[in-house]
């Protein structure tokens, strides 16, 4: 599809499965950069956007060649931000903060050649629901470990009893709008030569 190196700025093994059941091929390379939630209420979108063009930007110049992909996923509710939970304590109060709700799982996505020092980017968003658990549930769900790694703290693609797909993509949800990647990629057909 592409002349140039496609290079996965992500150590996600969800993002890299998607691209590669997709058909991709691609180096992996994942950015070094933080992603601290935000302090207060900010434009999830943007926040994710910046995250994902900081991902791209910080690759591209280690490397100085290829096509960067970078991605940030992030879910939304109530007006706040929800990242990666840092630990058990932390999974549980996102977990309890989404139980009942719908909420939105926002990509941002961001394709970066750093030898033109040009880059191209979309956000998606897909909404889920996240029913309420009880307290056992909880418990069990935190003893798993299944939150680590993971924006709200669950995985739609691990079947978790608790969240199901309202409207959007499930490769959204999972971390990689891949319809929004394809049609980057193919209403710019010069940036990949």
């Excluded at 961001?110 to 191209?120: E, I, K, N, S």
Aim: charged share 25%.
């Amino acid at each position: 599809m592409t002349s140039v190196q496609l290079v996965l700025a992500s150590a996600s093994p969800r993002r890299s499965q998607l691209l590669r059941d997709a058909g991709f091929q691609f180096e992996v390379d994942p950015s070094l950069i933080d992603e601290p939630e935000p302090l207060g209420p900010c434009d999830v979108g943007r926040y994710v956007s910046e995250l994902a063009f900081r991902k791209a930007w910080e690759v591209a110049y280690r490397r100085g060649s290829g096509l960067i992909l970078a991605a940030d996923t992030a879910c939304e509710v109530g007006g706040q931000i929800l990242n990666k939970p840092t630990d058990r304590d932390d999974a549980r109060r996102m977990i309890e903060l989404q139980e009942g709700r719908e909420i939105d799982v926002v990509t941002g996505l961001v394709l970066f050649r750093p030898d033109r020092g040009t880059w191209l980017g979309g956000v998606e968003t897909t909404t889920l629901l996240v029913r309420k658990l009880s307290d056992a549930e909880r418990t069990a769900y935190l003893d798993s470990g299944h939150w680590e790694g993971k924006a709200g703290g669950y995985g739609l693609q691990d079947k978790d009893p608790f969240v199901s797909l309202v409207r959007g993509s499930f490769d959204n949800a999972v971390g990689l709008p891949l319809k929004r990647l394809e049609s980057l990629l193919t209403s710019n057909p010069d940036f990949l030569v």
